[in-house]
T-cell receptor, first 119, second 109 residues
Framework: GAVVSQHPSWVICKSGTSVKIECRSLDFQATTMFWYRQFPKQSLMLMATSNEGSKATYEQGVEKDKFLINHASLTLSTLTVTSAHPEDSSFYIC???????????????FGPGTRLTVL | QKEVEQDPGPLSVPEGAIVSLNCTYSNSAFQYFMWYRQYSRKGPELLMYTYSSGNKEDGRFTAQVDKSSKYISLFIRDSQPSDSATYLCAMSEGTALIFGKGTTLSVSS
């Protein structure tokens, strides 16, 4: 399957600072990437859909000014958590659709996730 | 009622057992059904992908979809300790994936 990477895998920051998380598709071009958040023992919750060259589409209840998404190229999307607070501590996972697979319109490949801890 | 319901477990079985994992859903528009496996502190890995109703088999894994009952299953035959993970069902009618909470499976040797 297609490979998606994330960086960093783990980050600790102080309250009030900003953190940037990168998501890369390594062997394919992804016109659409997705950002999820997962709390312990909870399901993945879609935060936003990132489309290359256009504004991201945010899910209801997700603050677009707090979670800035940039999809500047076909292989890179970034999520910036601005003015982070302890309640933002979570596991952030990105995924990408590989247009080459042809198995369906929504087969997503996930990155390994980034664990964010805000002190 | 949540769109996708999945019993979180945990489910503990001995090595070699047959495992049955299930999800129910309420949205009859879902057409794409997936099972992901997630190891601790890792991203989900796609295991099985099914379109509409029916069965699909891949090695020790079998996915079943019953759209009339809004019920999907994943069967694991001859379970191995390496199958110990959280299994998430996911479904879609279009672009967005809706996930279940995941079932934590532990296979003991």
């Amino acid at each position: 399957g297609a490979v998606v990477s994330q960086h960093p895998s783990w980050v600790i920051c102080k309250s009030g600072t900003s953190v940037k998380i990168e998501c890369r598709s390594l062997d394919f071009q992804a016109t659409t990437m997705f950002w999820y958040r997962q709390f312990p023992k909870q399901s993945l919750m879609l935060m936003a859909t990132s489309n290359e060259g256009s504004k991201a589409t945010y899910e209801q209840g997700v603050e677009k000014d707090k979670f800035l998404i940039n999809h500047a190229s076909l292989t890179l999307s970034t999520l910036t958590v601005t003015s982070a607070h302890p309640e933002d501590s979570s596991f952030y996972i990105c995924s990408a659709r590989d247009p080459r697979t042809g198995q369906g319109i929504n087969e997503q490949f996930f990155g390994p996730g980034t664990r964010l801890t805000v002190l | 009622q949540k769109e996708v319901e999945q019993d979180p477990g945990p489910l503990s079985v001995p090595e070699g057992a047959i495992v049955s994992l299930n999800c129910t859903y309420s949205n009859s528009a879902f057409q794409y059904f997936m099972w992901y496996r997630q190891y601790s502190r890792k991203g989900p890995e796609l295991l099985m992908y099914t379109y509409s109703s029916g069965n699909k088999e891949d090695g020790r894994f079998t996915a079943q979809v019953d759209k009339s009952s809004k019920y999907i299953s994943l069967f694991i035959r001859d379970s191995q300790p390496s199958d110990s993970a959280t299994y998430l069902c996911a479904m879609s009618e279009g672009t967005a994936l809706i996930f279940g909470k995941g079932t934590t499976l532990s296979v003991s040797s």
